[in-house]
């Protein structure tokens, strides 16, 4: 079982940045693999923003590439660095995370709100 909280939400100005965390807690023994944050718009389903795997690798949808950074700690804690935001980021972030048997762990969001 693996929990997840995100936090670093916030109202902020197009142009503007933000970083989000994602905390996790796990039983013992419980590893996580892939971690990522999702989000979801007003009216639209959820998409994928950014995943990095326990190696390292990352992958960017192609809306944030080049503006949004992932990284991760050694104790499981997911950040997403969020430049030059524009209204269009606006959503709730959601952290995910997946074990080696492909449970599928998920927070319970953060509203980023990109406006003037």
């Known amino acids: 079982q693996v929990w997840l909280v995100e936090s670093g939400g916030d109202l902020v100005q197009p142009g503007g940045s933000l970083r989000l965390s994602c905390a996790s807690s796990k039983r013992s023994g419980v590893y996580i693999t892939a971690m990522g944050w999702y989000r979801r718009a007003p009216g639209k389903q959820r998409e994928l923003v950014a995943t990095?795997?326990?190696?390292?690798?990352t992958n960017y949808a192609d809306s944030v590439k080049d503006r949004f950074i992932i990284s991760r700690d050694n104790a499981d804690t997911v950040f997403l660095q969020l430049n030059s935001l524009k209204p269009e980021d606006t959503a709730i972030y959601y952290c995910?995370?997946?074990?080696?048997?492909?449970?599928?762990?998920w927070g319970q969001g953060t509203q980023v709100t990109v406006s003037s």
């Open positions: 995910h995370a997946t074990d080696p048997f492909g449970y599928d762990y």
């Open positions: 990095i795997t326990d190696d390292g690798d």
